[in-house]
Nanobody, 119 residues
Framework: QLQLVESGGGLVQPGGSLGLSCVASGFTLDYYALGWFRQAPGKEREGVSC????????KYADSVKGRFTVSRDNAKNTVYLQMNSLKPEDTAVYYC????????????WGQGTQVTVSS
């Protein structure tokens, strides 16, 4: 069974940090670009970041550039998102996804993990 499972969400104060992980099972992530997108209540889905299959190229939404870092470990079939200097507007459900290439069609996605930034 093909699955992406996110973990690491939670409640954090503004200015704090959180690290998200996403582990794949049932398939290998090696050949896919991997990314994170988020969705807040009443808002459209927003692509947050993407990393190429080889890990040599990354992309970020302007809203998170300089604060978030995406990385991957193909040996562990895992993609990560390190989030620093969190803001209340970062509050959303965060999903990991596998793409044919960054910006391309989404092939797989997880069930999401809630991130809440609040004092």
């Amino acid at each position: 069974q093909l699955q992406l499972v996110e973990s690491g969400g939670g409640l954090v104060q503004p200015g704090g940090s959180l690290g998200l992980s996403c582990v794949a099972s049932g398939f290998t992530l090696d050949y896919y670009a991997l990314g994170w997108f988020r969705q807040a209540p009443g808002k459209e889905r927003e692509g947050v970041s993407c990393i190429s299959s080889g890990g040599g190229s990354t992309k970020y939404a302007d809203s998170v550039k300089g604060r978030f870092t995406v990385s991957r470990d193909n040996a562990k079939n895992t993609v990560y998102l390190q989030m620093n200097s969190l803001k209340p507007e970062d509050t959303a459900v965060y999903y990991c996804a596998g793409y044919l290439y960054c910006g391309g069609p989404m092939k797989y996605w997880g069930q999401g993990t809630q991130v809440t930034v609040s004092s």
